[in-house]
């Protein structure tokens, strides 16, 4: 199994980048598929990106398509999520999560959580 750990997050605002980090400790990381959730106040959880094994292939929530960009390093055990142009209606604590083999879009279909980050964008 992995644990990822997310870092990032923080306060911008409107059109600012940033980037989010997620290191998952723990074995063949090079097995899993990565995925970027997040869950704003008094909503469930939104998929927001995720890269697949082999190939790492990458998809995107529509909202962030163009936006956002997934990166994988596997020599680091390290997923990042680019984000670009930040709307605040991206604001929302976002999380890494692992699950074996190919990409899926549903939260409970991910086995293996991180500790959210909150980011915060203003207007």
């Known amino acids: 199994q992995v644990r990822p750990v997310v870092s990032g997050g923080g306060l911008v605002h409107a059109g600012d980048s940033m980037r989010l980090s997620c290191v998952a400790s723990?074995?063949?990381?090079?097995?899993?598929?990565m995925g970027w959730f997040r869950q704003a106040p008094g909503k469930e959880h939104e998929f927001v990106a995720a890269?697949?094994?082999?190939?790492?292939?990458?998809d995107y929530e529509d909202s962030v398509e163009g936006r956002f960009t997934i990166s994988i390093d596997n020599a680091k055990n390290a997923v990042y999520l680019q984000m670009s142009s930040l709307k605040p209606e991206d604001t929302a604590v976002y999380y890494c999560?692992?699950?074996?083999?190919?990409?899926?879009?549903?939260?409970?279909?991910?086995?293996?959580w991180g500790r959210g980050t909150a980011v915060t964008v203003s207007s």
């Open positions: 999560a692992a699950r074996h083999r190919e990409i899926r879009y549903r939260s409970w279909e991910y086995h293996y």
């Open positions: 723990g074995h063949l990381f090079s097995t899993y598929a």
């Open positions: 890269i697949g094994v082999i190939p790492r292939d990458t």
